[in-house]
């Protein structure tokens, strides 16, 4: 079993930044490939990027060139830099964790989720 927390969610004016963690207890994530999702509300959860074991990375078209995703196995944590924040981007972000380099946007093939943190952008 992997258990997995977030935090770093808050309150950010349009343009700002935002580094969201995903710490991970009760096994190593090393080999696993880690997610971010998100949801905003009356929408359904969106993938937001991965990142895999060799830390090969993909985002989804809204995020790519303003969120990073990045991870360091000796502390068994994963990152979400968030920059230049839009309104758009409000929702609850979550991380979840798979076996397997593949399907890495599909939410259902996700084994280990965490509760999410929320996120606000003002306008």
């Known amino acids: 079993q992997v258990q997995l927390v977030e935090s770093g969610g808050g309150l950010v004016q349009a343009g700002g930044s935002l580094r969201l963690s995903c710490a991970a207890s009760?096994?190593?994530?090393?080999?696993?490939?880690m997610g971010w999702f998100r949801q905003a509300p009356g929408k359904e959860r969106e993938f937001v990027g991965a990142?895999?074991?060799?830390?090969?990375?993909y985002y989804a078209g809204s995020v790519k060139g303003r969120f990073t995703i990045s991870r360091d196995n000796a502390k068994n944590t994963v990152y979400l830099q968030m920059n230049s924040l839009k309104p758009e981007d409000t929702a609850v972000y979550s991380c979840?964790?798979?076996?397997?380099?593949?399907?890495?946007?599909?939410?259902?093939?996700?084994?280990?989720w965490g509760q999410g943190t929320q996120v606000t952008v003002s306008s």
């Open positions: 979840a964790a798979k076996s397997g380099n593949y399907a890495y946007s599909m939410a259902n093939e996700y084994d280990y």
């Open positions: 009760g096994r190593a994530i090393t080999m696993y490939l």
């Open positions: 990142i895999n074991w060799s830390s090969m990375t």
